[in-house]
């Protein structure tokens, strides 16, 4: 419990940030979670910039507890539907999402990934950019119960939450102002998602 001369070290516009800020990073994580457009990993990064720079204490666990949170309800509900939607005669509109999103050859090497590791590949999944839904949907097709998914994706969602928190711990220790810190974590943040994609690119493209 915060103690009364922490609370009162804490200025309006802190308290305000405090209770806006974490439903707000809960919801945008959740809604990340269930339409993979939302750049959660710089919504979290961002969020450990602002708390780093608070002076309330554990600003920053409650950013960790907030996105790993968010992220595995998400994950659960976004393969809750899934399920259903491979129950479904005609599918859902859920699951043709998730299909949109996990191009085949991926499907194939995160359904080879799960048959030889198991859960171990839902922790890998959430760090590699573009790798939870392809290992989501093999989940799915090797029809694993929502049990043995939410098992094994916590862990996952701990892991995630821990690695773009110290992103954002690290744009937040490299400048004075918490805007310049939110700037280097989301930049940083975007470079790790999208660098090993450019490179697989090139790697790919035909010589010549």
């Avoid at 419990?1 to 806006?20: I, K, Y």
């Avoid at 005669?89 to 191009?103: D, K, Q």
């Avoid at 590949?121 to 839904?133: E, N, W, Y």
Wanted: aromatic share 8%; glycine share 8%; charged share 15%.
């Amino acid at each position: 419990m915060m103690t009364l001369a922490a609370v009162t070290t804490l200025g309006p516009a802190e308290s305000t940030q405090q209770a806006l800020g974490y439903p707000s990073l809960f919801l945008l994580v959740l809604i990340g979670a269930l339409v993979p457009v939302v750049p959660t990993g710089a919504l979290v990064s961002s969020a450990a910039v602002v708390a780093f720079h608070q002076t309330a204490p554990f600003s920053l666990a409650l950013v960790f507890v907030t996105a790993s949170l968010a992220a595995f309800c998400g994950d659960a509900a976004l393969y809750w539907l899934g399920r259903r939607g491979m129950r479904s005669r005609n599918g859902s509109r859920w699951l043709a999402a998730i299909r949109s999103r996990a191009p085949e050859e991926r499907l194939a090497g995160a359904q080879e990934k799960l048959a030889d590791h198991g859960t171990t590949v839902l922790v890998l999944s959430r760090l590699v950019p573009a790798g939870r839904i392809p290992v989501m949907l093999a989940c799915l097709m090797a029809d694993w119960p929502l049990r043995r998914f939410a098992r094994g994706n916590l862990p996952a969602c701990l892991a995630w939450a821990v690695t773009y928190q110290l992103i954002g711990i690290l744009g937040g220790s490299l400048f004075p102002e918490p805007w310049q810190g939110v700037v280097a974590a989301v930049a940083l943040t975007l470079a790790v998602s999208v660098v090993p994609g450019l490179w697989r690119r090139l790697r790919e493209r035909p010589a010549g």
